[in-house]
């Protein structure tokens, strides 16, 4: 997305990537969302009515994160499909699994934009009748149409994700951004490893996949009834206010503040002090001064900033085919360990794999290097490793071997998610950050879907899964050697230049992510409108 090449959260809470996603199915918090940077001067903060009201609310949310997360059933998707429904592995790999990514990027955009416009609530309550839907269409369903419809449902539950992982930000003030967005991530990875562990427990003890459909269905059940309980939030982030509106209100209040203005005052007041009485605005004119049609102006400026394109880049590709690696991986373990003769371990798989994704992430704050200079090696360097492991489990047939390349696979590239969201958030406005990542996320989704219709898809190639796994290789390996030639020359050039300036050239002191975001900042927009900060 997630270049320079040389130049996919809500950095801090960034400790967050790893996941869980059974059979291409991703939990919802699979993907990063940026923390919101803001000033920590807001009124709200101070009154203790309102805190106590969002602190009851952000419970609640957290709660419900977790709940939504247990679905025991989830790591045995494709298990429960090739034995108990009786498909063949090539209708599950080329007919069944490639209809996720295209229901994904059909609904992408849609939802990305409700999310905002009907505030949250009702995106996360179609989430969940999404999953209930799913566990529905699992347990009663037969026929290849309806997998086909789970698959879909499945793609709706992705891109309604989103929602949750901005929601919480609209019902707290500005200065609580970074402690309730480690509240919300630490609920959803608490939701995923115990539904993981929940499931390979069922699974130990011989619980028929059809009951563990079951149990799914009843905690997603109570998810939604959670979910029509949320609060409704009363702001949200590009519909409900207008684009020079708000860069106004910023200067007029500004320049009101030196000279005591009421807030009757800086009501009707202009950027340049001034009294005027409001005019009525157009439809059209609302439309066209709005924040979400300013940002996507501003997405121009984006792609001038060497490091935003290096890590957006990173965000499209690289996590393309981690998402494809995580939608086809069972149906390579169950080709090397057929669940019909051995005992499963996919939920202890992705209950390790969560944790050490956890670990990695956390790990990721604390690396300090100069990431200007250092960014294109270090992502040459592990896009390289993760290559290596994607074609050992294409080769293995050993499945503990597929099983632990799994596990570091997915460690490595949740080492890499934290920092990428820091990169790009740390450099834009809220707003443009998240219309930056959902950008990034879409062509990602783009990408994939072109890959699935090719390789995966019958009416493409129709290849199996281990052959697509040598071509998920051959793709690392081309990403690994465009970031390392853009290392190279990046940093030969930085060297020839230090050494024609003398060594004058000041020294950049190495940043830790964890510092860097404790206390975030937001610089004011450039002078045309620009919401890339300096």
Request: proline share 5%.
């Amino acid at each position: 997305m997630v270049d320079s090449l040389a130049s996919g959260d809500h950095m801090k809470d960034s400790k967050e990537s790893l996941d869980k996603e059974e059979n291409g199915h991703l939990p919802d918090h699979e993907e990063a969302q940026p923390i919101p940077t803001e000033s920590k001067t807001d009124p709200e903060a101070q009154n203790g009515g309102p805190l106590q009201a969002w602190k009851w609310s952000v419970m609640f949310l957290c709660i419900y994160g977790f709940m939504v997360q247990l679905k025991p059933g989830e790591p045995f998707i494709t298990p429960y499909l090739l034995s108990t429904k009786n498909f063949t592995s090539e209708q599950v790999t080329n007919e069944i699994t490639p209809v996720l990514s295209y229901s994904y990027m059909v609904v992408l955009v849609p939802v990305f934009l409700l999310t905002d416009f009907m505030r949250y609530k009702p995106v996360l309550v179609l989430q969940s009748l999404s999953h209930v839907a799913i566990w529905l269409l699992l347990y009663l369903g037969s026929s290849l149409l309806e997998m086909q419809a789970m698959e879909f449902f499945y793609g709706i539950t992705m891109a309604a994700r989103v929602a949750y992982s901005s929601y919480i930000f609209s019902l707290v003030p500005p200065s609580e951004y970074q402690l309730v967005a480690g509240y919300s991530r630490s609920s959803v990875l608490m939701g995923v490893f115990v539904s993981s562990v929940l499931g390979q427990l069922c699974v130990w003890q011989d619980v028929p996949y059809t009951t563990l459909c079951l149990i799914s269905l009843g905690f997603v059940t109570f998810g939604l009834l959670l979910s029509g309980c949320l609060p409704w939030p009363q702001r949200s982030m590009f519909f409900n206010k207008t684009w020079r509106a708000e860069e106004g209100k910023k200067r007029a209040a500004a320049a009101a503040a030196a000279n005591g203005a009421t807030q009757s005052e800086l009501a009707k007041m202009r950027p340049d002090g001034t009294q005027v009485e409001p005019a009525p605005q157009s439809p059209s004119s609302s439309w066209k001064n709005s924040v979400f049609v300013g940002m996507l102006k501003e997405l121009r400026n984006v792609v001038r900033v060497p490091n935003l394109r290096l890590w957006s880049l990173w965000w499209v590709f690289n996590s393309t085919g981690y998402y494809l690696v995580l939608f086809y991986v069972h149906i390579l373990w169950n080709q090397l360990a057929p669940s019909t003769e051995n005992k499963v371990y996919n939920g202890l798989v992705e209950a390790a794999s969560t944790l050490l994704g956890a670990i990695t992430s956390f790990a990721a704050g604390y690396l300090k290097i100069r990431w200007n200079l250092w960014s294109e090696l270090v992502i040459g360097v592990i896009t390289a490793i993760m290559a290596a492991f994607l074609l050992l489990m294409g080769s293995t047939e050993n499945i503990w071997v597929c099983y632990l390349a799994y596990i570091v696979f997915r460690g490595l590239h949740q080492f890499l998610v934290p920092i990428g969201i820091y990169q790009i958030a740390s450099s834009l406005t809220k707003e443009l950050c998240a219309l930056v990542f959902g950008v990034n996320t879409f062509l990602g989704t783009i990408l994939k879907s072109i890959i699935v219709f090719v390789i995966a898809d019958k009416r493409g190639l129709s290849l199996p899964v281990d052959s697509q796994f040598f071509v998920y290789f051959a793709l690392f390996v081309l990403l690994a050697v465009v970031y390392l030639v853009c290392a190279a020359w990046v940093i030969t050039r930085h060297y020839r230049s230090e050494r024609k300036e003398g060594g004058a050239e000041t020294e950049v002191p190495p940043t830790a992510l964890s510092q860097a975001v404790s206390e975030p900042t937001e610089t004011e927009p450039l002078s045309n409108g620009s919401g890339v900060k300096n």
